[in-house]
C-alpha cells in the first residue's frame, strides 16, 4: 500500500519557468491538500480539494494553480515560478468528506528551488 | 488570528527517559487536534490525535493530554528510544474543517 505518491522528489526551476507537481493517493480518500514548508515555520496550506471536482485556496494560493484530475490525482503547477517558491511541497490526503475528525496522511515531498 | 506554536524548538533528552513536547493554540473554538512526527527527508506521520471532549489520550507509548482551560496540549513519549529522534508538530482545526494549522515543530534529540 504505497499511500501518498509525490513526483518528482527534487526539482531545480530557473525563474519564470512552469512546472507541475503530481501526487497521488491509493487510500480512497475524497480530500487531498497541497501545503508548502519553509525553514522556522509550520505546514502552510496552498489549496486543497474536499471532494472529486471541488478545489479550494488555502492560506498561501498566489502563484499556484491546482487540479483535481480524478478521485485518485491532485496536481499543482506553478505557472512562472519565483525564488520566494524555492519550498518543500508536500501532498496529503485524508477520509471521507463527512466522516468527523480524521488525520491527513502526507506524501514524502518535493524539494523545489528555483534560481 | 488563530495560531498555534510550540514553547521549546529543541529538546535534549537521555534515551530511556520519557519525553514532553508542548504546544499552545489560540483559537478557543478548535476542537481537534493531532501530533505528526516528521523525520529528516520525509513526510509528516500521524502518531495520535485527540478531540476537544477529551482530556487525555493513550497509544503505544504515547499519550496526549489536552487542557482547553489554557489552550495546552503535549505529547508524552515514553521510554524514548533514539528511532523517537524527530521533529514533532501540533496542528488543530475547528468545526470538522478543512483548514488545519500547524506548528513550527520541536527537534526532539534522543541522547545515548
Known amino acids: 500500500n504505497a499511500g501518498v505518491t509525490q513526483t518528482p522528489k527534487f526539482q531545480v526551476l530557473k525563474t519564470g519557468q512552469s512546472m507541475t507537481l503530481q501526487c497521488a493517493q491509493d487510500?480512497?480518500?475524497?480530500?487531498m491538500y497541497w501545503y508548502r514548508q519553509d525553514p522556522g515555520m509550520g505546514l502552510r496550506l496552498i489549496y486543497y480539494?474536499?471532494?472529486?471536482?471541488?478545489?479550494d485556496k488555502g492560506e498561501v494560493p498566489n502563484g499556484y494553480n491546482v487540479s483535481r484530475l480524478n478521485k485518485r490525482e491532485f496536481s499543482l503547477r506553478l505557472e512562472s515560478a519565483a525564488p520566494s517558491q524555492t519550498s518543500v511541497y508536500f501532498c496529503?490526503?485524508?477520509?471521507?468528506?463527512?466522516?468527523?475528525?480524521?488525520?491527513?496522511?502526507f506524501g514524502d515531498g518535493t524539494r523545489l528551488s528555483i534560481l | 488570528g488563530e495560531s498555534v506554536g510550540l514553547h521549546l524548538p529543541t529538546l535534549s533528552v537521555q534515551e530511556g527517559d520519557n519525553s514532553i513536547i508542548n504546544c499552545a493554540y489560540s483559537?478557543?473554538?478548535?476542537?481537534?487536534f493531532i501530533w505528526y512526527k516528521q523525520e529528516s527527508g520525509k513526510g509528516p506521520q500521524f502518531i495520535i490525535d485527540?478531540?476537544?471532549?477529551?482530556d487525555k489520550r493513550q497509544g503505544q507509548r504515547v499519550t496526549v493530554l489536552l487542557n482547553k482551560t489554557v489552550k495546552h496540549l503535549s505529547l508524552q513519549i515514553a521510554a524514548t528510544q533514539p528511532g523517537d529522534s524527530a521533529v514533532y508538530f501540533c496542528?488543530?482545526?475547528?468545526?470538522?474543517?478543512?483548514?488545519?494549522?500547524f506548528g513550527p515543530g520541536t527537534r526532539l534529540s534522543v541522547l545515548p
Open positions: 496529503a490526503s485524508r477520509g471521507g468528506q463527512n466522516t468527523g475528525n480524521q488525520p491527513q496522511h
Open positions: 487510500m480512497n480518500h475524497n480530500s
Open positions: 480539494s474536499a471532494s472529486e471536482g471541488t478545489t
Open positions: 483559537n478557543s473554538a478548535s476542537d481537534y
Open positions: 485527540i478531540r476537544s471532549n477529551m
Open positions: 496542528a488543530e482545526t475547528h468545526n470538522y474543517g478543512q483548514n488545519f494549522v
